[in-house]
């Protein structure tokens, strides 16, 4: 049962790594450039050219190894949805089928949403991407006759191709733990091209931002933000490594990888080495463990966002101090089991508060104390001191007795 929750794990981060790590998009999905119209040769040397010129430029900025050749890919975006988007592989699949079950029975999907669809369209939405040792440039979207643009998504794919020649980072296996070493990817990657776009280009960079306010996330922007957030904050972190100690700072880091998004999001706690609870692996009899994954505070401020105020939502997850998710299957029937630990009684209390606010909110009917019925699932609420635990399942009887 280890190795299938392990195996589960392994695929779920390789389509993470896919999308998250190393690619380079425009979400939405742009209309394709109607002004590249010269032979498919020209095009490559064109594109090859400007990589070389930036990877010299990039090597110096960051004082590292460069590589002795560079591989180049043209593809097209029917590329990219068949072979990142679309899965073959019949396991990818059911792991796949598994997410979109679990983000169904936490109320973030409608119950008609397709996760295999979205993955193709995250897919279609990429411009560039490092895979492997291969730089990948979609001719749809990558213009390499506009220098000054097709420069800035050669940086930042550059920076991922200088990364993983000079540092060796293992990936981890659980999502929260993902998420937080892609920020670090993503965030060196973005500030390693916005000094080489102002040193060399003198060009100014806009940053993008965590929404901020009252309204909520839609479905897409659920998706997006789960997509894009590690970077966005990832930014930050190496921002604020950058300032401490200069690149030999943010260097330390790859050795050093953050192990939470946590320590992303709150800077201070990765330099005091906040630790997290990790929660006992526990098997329920008769029952198949589907997955079991740690998700972080950036998952639950998006859980939350869906259907509360962003800013309530990050106010809540603020004093995570680790959590443990299981989804199990029997035949017809679900369960799951959401362990999470805070700093204080107090953050519990928060967290309580907010999912209460959130089951309102998607009218669920509450049938007993702590316990709530929408539609045919059932939820409920236990709690003790600092933890705070969320169970679910298809059976009322199974919510005390799985």
């Given at each position: 049962?280890?190795?299938?929750?392990?195996?589960?794990?392994?695929?779920?981060?390789?389509?993470?790594?896919?999308?998250?790590?190393?690619?380079?998009?425009?979400?939405?999905?742009?209309?394709?450039?109607?002004?590249?119209?010269?032979?498919?040769?020209?095009?490559?040397?064109?594109?090859?050219?400007?990589?070389?010129?930036?990877?010299?430029?990039?090597?110096?900025?960051?004082?590292?190894?460069?590589?002795?050749?560079?591989?180049?890919?043209?593809?097209?975006?029917?590329?990219?949805?068949?072979?990142?988007?679309?899965?073959?592989?019949?396991?990818?699949?059911?792991?796949?089928?598994?997410?979109?079950?679990?983000?169904?029975?936490?109320?973030?999907?409608?119950?008609?949403?397709?996760?295999?669809?979205?993955?193709?369209?995250?897919?279609?939405?990429?411009?560039?991407?490092?895979?492997?040792?291969t730089l990948y440039f979609v001719s749809d979207y990558f213009d390499p006759y506009n220098e000054v643009s097709a420069k800035e998504?050669?940086?930042?794919?550059?920076?991922?191709?200088?990364?993983?020649?000079?540092?060796?980072?293992?990936?981890?296996?659980?999502?929260?733990?993902?998420?937080?070493?892609?920020?670090?990817?993503?965030?060196?990657?973005?500030?390693?091209?916005?000094?080489?776009?102002?040193?060399?280009?003198?060009?100014?960079?806009?940053?993008?931002?965590?929404?901020?306010?009252?309204?909520?996330?839609?479905?897409?922007?659920?998706?997006?933000?789960?997509?894009?957030?590690?970077?966005?904050?990832?930014?930050?972190?190496?921002?604020?490594?950058?300032?401490?100690?200069?690149?030999?700072?943010?260097?330390?880091?790859?050795?050093?990888?953050?192990?939470?998004?946590?320590?992303?999001?709150?800077?201070?706690?990765?330099?005091?080495?906040?630790?997290?609870?990790?929660?006992?692996?526990?098997?329920?009899e008769d029952w198949d463990l589907e997955r079991s994954d740690r998700f972080g505070e950036l998952f639950i401020v998006l859980f939350?966002?869906?259907?509360?105020?962003?800013?309530?939502?990050?106010?809540?997850?603020?004093?995570?101090?680790?959590?443990?998710?299981?989804?199990?299957?029997?035949?017809?029937?679900?369960?799951?089991?959401?362990?999470?630990?805070?700093?204080?009684?107090?953050?519990?209390?928060?967290?309580?508060?907010?999912?209460?606010?959130?089951?309102?909110?998607?009218?669920?009917?509450?049938?007993?104390?702590?316990?709530?019925?929408?539609?045919?699932?059932?939820?409920?609420?236990?709690?003790?001191?600092?933890?705070?635990?969320?169970?679910?399942?298809?059976?009322?009887?199974?919510?005390?007795?799985?």
């Amino acid at each position: 049962m280890q190795s299938k929750v392990r195996n589960a794990a392994i695929v779920v981060i390789l389509i993470l790594t896919a999308f998250l790590l190393v690619s380079y998009t425009r979400w939405p999905i742009e209309t394709p450039l109607s002004n590249v119209i010269s032979p498919r040769e020209t095009y490559y040397v064109q594109t090859e050219k400007l990589v070389y010129e930036v990877a010299d430029d990039l090597v110096n900025i960051r004082e590292l190894n460069g590589p002795n050749e560079i591989k180049i890919q043209i593809v097209n975006v029917e590329w990219t949805k068949e072979n990142w988007g679309r899965k073959t592989n019949q396991g990818e699949i059911n792991q796949l089928k598994i997410e979109e079950e679990i983000y169904k029975h936490l109320f973030i999907v409608p119950q008609d949403f397709d996760l295999l669809a979205q993955k193709e369209q995250e897919a279609g939405s990429i411009l560039a991407a490092l895979w492997g040792d291969t730089l990948y440039f979609v001719s749809d979207y990558f213009d390499p006759y506009n220098e000054v643009s097709a420069k800035e998504a050669i940086a930042h794919e550059v920076a991922h191709l200088l990364q993983s020649i000079n540092f060796k980072i293992e990936q981890p296996f659980k999502l929260d733990a993902t998420l937080a070493r892609g920020a670090l990817v993503e965030g060196e990657a973005e500030v390693t091209k916005t000094q080489y776009l102002e040193l060399v280009l003198n060009k100014r960079v806009d940053k993008d931002f965590f929404p901020v306010g009252n309204q909520t996330i839609s479905v897409d922007e659920f998706f997006w933000l789960k997509w894009v957030a590690p970077g966005i904050f990832g930014i930050e972190f190496v921002e604020m490594l950058y300032r401490e100690g200069g690149w030999i700072r943010v260097n330390d880091a790859f050795i050093d990888v953050p192990k939470t998004m946590e320590q992303i999001m709150h800077h201070e706690k990765y330099t005091m080495k906040e630790e997290y609870l990790d929660f006992e692996e526990e098997m329920l009899e008769d029952w198949d463990l589907e997955r079991s994954d740690r998700f972080g505070e950036l998952f639950i401020v998006l859980f939350l966002a869906r259907h509360m105020p962003v800013d309530d939502a990050r106010i809540a997850a603020q004093g995570w101090g680790g959590d443990n998710f299981d989804y199990y299957k029997k035949h017809n029937e679900y369960f799951f089991e959401w362990k999470t630990a805070w700093d204080t009684t107090t953050d519990a209390d928060q967290f309580i508060s907010a999912l209460e606010s959130l089951f309102g909110s998607i009218e669920a009917k509450e049938i007993a104390p702590k316990t709530w019925k929408i539609n045919e699932e059932y939820l409920k609420i236990k709690s003790n001191n600092w933890n705070v635990t969320i169970v679910g399942s298809s059976n009322y009887e199974t919510l005390e007795n799985p």
